[in-house]
DNA sequence: TTCAAAATCTGTAACGATACAGTTGTCTTG
DNA sequence: CAAGACAACTGTATCGTTACAGATTTTGAA
């Protein structure tokens, strides 16, 4: 009664209710697997005719490449990775970048998978991992230090990546940064428009690339427009809201008290508005403030706050970008970019 | 000179620089390569003391099965997929979920990849993608309406999955939820306790369950505490900063104006305070306000307004530990979780 | 001593895709 | 009209893993 059934040969129509595969479309259009495989990928060596049915048929059954064969037999993974710092503090950050990588990877054949780290393990180890399974065709990390191990690394195996701020190694590779000297040398300029002239600043951690480029367009900014600095170490964006809260209330209570605040984070700029109010000064009157600002929290409640916006989500876009373009083999040094605090409204 | 080329006898030792395969390992300890495959699966037909030594020496050269050869062959992508509206206003909840799910996947075999969708196309669109390409081995979705059809679309493939949020289906499903009910029941109690009698809630969409697990509490507590409702009935949760201060104010300059508000999320709050202090009117003096919150800002802003914590990071944890045990055939009925308001501070 | 059962181990064939090395058949060209 | 060139197509092996059906050895009961 029934057929044979030992192995199947090439010609076995392929059951209706799964996944196509090429093997489906090699049988509707009575072609090798190979031949639609190249014509799929638009080879030479497959006549323009042919090429146009099998888009055809492919479309209407609507195949998709099953992306474990294709990584299984090409390496290629089709994927991205964040590595992300799994920390609260950042992760508020972080997310509008998330919504800017999707934006470009949505018209690409690219996934975004989330590779978090710790703060307390070693941050090389999300990368080392990439690297080591192959887990994807491209990184993208964030929370860059002037001489950077990840960097390095990812370098000296030549692996695609973009970074979220520049390192100083004379390593040329992607990055996009937002310009931190431009944004506290402006701030400067504007308190000293408003008549401050006692300024104190809350920077980045000292380990990172873009604590030194605040700080330089900072006292850039003391020498141009001839204001001083109140010192205000004790204390970076990494630290507790409540710990700066409590720096703050102190700097603000101590004599010689600045009357000009830059907070290098939106944050950072609450505690800090907070550490002003409990020592009993009033924004706008007894200080001024200049913000890094990313959402519009800040904005609504304290008006007085002088807002410098960066724009997370442009720099996900722009880092997605460029990691698909190293992976596509341009050159590094086309892949860097900027952008500048915009003043908001 | 040199050896035979033709093919690669099973017994050629792997080039050492490689990642270490089935392979590496059976060249290794001299077993065939299905041996080291099930020996490391703990299969019951391997011998003790042979398994012992696989083990090691797959953990000395750092074995890591390869996912695509494991996908391929057996259908298993070991992925969450977590499908994220890419809406701005909506990535500030979901940001800590991301936390939340890789604290759990960080310990498994998981990894994590974000699926986006954009508000203008079919939500179904990135539910029917994973379904149809098995990307995923589950998901996790947000947003969940009272009659989902991803809900449904899901529950007919028998597809693992989670929702942040209920249904109303007559479905059993894994979900994690945050008790909206006592939310505002809770909300409605504390403006009375302070003396506030017509109240007003800042609503999540009418389309989403939660919605009317909100209502259903505020106006139980409005019977049950004594108070009145100010209809607010214009913006919801979903409209912009801006529409939600302009109604509120407008509302609080009207007659009648309610001296208690309620808002469903903190960033609604944010606009909010604006409206009431836009309008004149100072917060706790002439209006109470409690709010739902996940973030510290509103706290620091104005400490006037009472908060009630939603914990998303917990949610992001719950959510992928019930859909890895729904995967792994646990029943949904034991996958469900609730969780409730936190008075803050 | 014999032989079936149990305990271990192994080769082969897939999964779906692509690189590579052919195989056709047609068309120039001298 | 032979023969090389070219265009169009195809079979085989392979990526790393696992299901399946043996194969071999050991054990133990009769």
Redesign the pocket.
Same mark, same amino acid.
């Given at each position: 009664m029934d057929e044979k059934h030992k192995?199947?040969p090439?010609s076995v129509p392929p059951s209706p209710n799964?996944?196509p595969?090429?093997?489906t479309i090699?049988f509707m259009t @009575?072609?090798?697997?190979? =031949?639609?495989?190249?014509?799929?990928?638009d080879a030479?060596?497959?006549?323009?005719?042919?090429?146009e049915r099998v888009r055809l048929v492919a479309a209407q059954v609507g195949?998709?490449?099953?992306r474990? @064969?294709?990584r299984?037999? =090409?390496g290629k993974t089709n994927v991205i990775s964040l590595i992300l710092s799994l920390e609260e503090e950042f992760i508020g950050l972080t997310s509008p970048m998330v919504v800017g990588i999707s934006e470009i990877l949505a018209a690409t054949q690219y996934h975004l998978v989330i590779t978090p780290y710790s703060a307390r393990s070693d941050p090389l180890d999300p990368v080392r991992y990439v690297l080591d399974t192959g887990a994807a065709d491209g990184v993208i990390i964030s929370r860059t230090e002037p001489k950077d191990p990840r960097v390095a690394l990812m370098m000296e195996r030549n692996f695609p990546f973009g970074t979220h701020g520049r390192t100083e190694m004379g390593h040329v590779h992607p990055f996009h940064d937002f310009d931190n000297e431009r944004f506290a040398y402006d701030a400067v300029r504007m308190l000293v428009e408003r008549g401050r002239r006692r300024v104190m600043l809350l920077h980045p951690p000292p380990s990172l690339t873009y604590h030194m480029h605040m700080r330089t367009g900072f006292e850039r900014g003391l020498r141009d427009f001839g204001a001083t600095s109140v010192p205000f170490n004790t204390v970076d964006l990494d630290n507790s809201l409540a710990d700066i809260r409590a720096a703050c209330e102190a700097v603000m209570r101590a004599p010689g008290a600045p009357d000009g605040v830059i907070s290098g984070s939106g944050g950072g700029a609450v505690a800090l508005v907070a550490g002003i109010e409990a020592a009993g000064l009033k924004l706008a009157r007894d200080v001024d403030m200049v913000s890094k600002q990313s959402n519009d929290f800040l904005q609504w409640l304290r008006p007085e706050v002088i807002t410098l916006r960066e724009d997370f989500r442009l720099a996900g876009r722009e880092l997605a970008k460029a990691v698909i373009a190293r992976i596509e083999g341009q050159p590094s040094a086309e892949l860097q970019t900027l952008s500048f605090p915009v003043l908001q409204n």
């Open positions: 192995s199947r090439a799964e996944r595969t090429l093997k090699a @009575g072609l090798g697997i190979t =031949t639609v495989s190249r014509a799929l990928k030479p060596d497959i006549g323009a005719e042919t090429k195949y998709h490449p099953n474990a @064969g294709v299984l037999r =090409t």
